[in-house]
C-alpha cells in the first residue's frame, strides 16, 4: 500500500498518525509500570497459561487416538 504513495500522501499520512498521537495523555512509566504488575498479579490465579486447562474443558485434546499394528 505505502509503495504505491507519493512522498507527499506519506507525509500527510505521518502527520495525521503524529497529530493523534500528540492528543493522548502521557503517564510516567514509573506509575504505569506498578499499575501493569498489580494488574498482571492480580489476575495470575486465573491465567489458564500459568494454571494449565482442566482436561474436561480442553478443546485441543484429542478425542481418540490412533493405533498401528
Do not use: H, W
Amino acid at each position: 500500500m505505502a509503495q504505491d504513495m507519493t512522498e507527499k500522501e506519506l507525509l500527510k499520512m505521518e502527520l495525521d498518525q503524529l497529530k493523534k498521537e500528540v492528543k493522548n495523555e502521557r503517564q510516567m512509566i514509573s506509575k504505569t509500570g506498578k499499575e501493569l504488575k498489580e494488574y498482571i498479579e492480580s489476575m495470575a490465579g486465573e491465567d489458564p497459561l500459568l494454571k494449565g486447562v482442566p482436561e474436561d474443558k480442553n478443546p485441543f485434546k484429542e478425542k481418540g487416538g490412533c493405533t498401528i499394528s
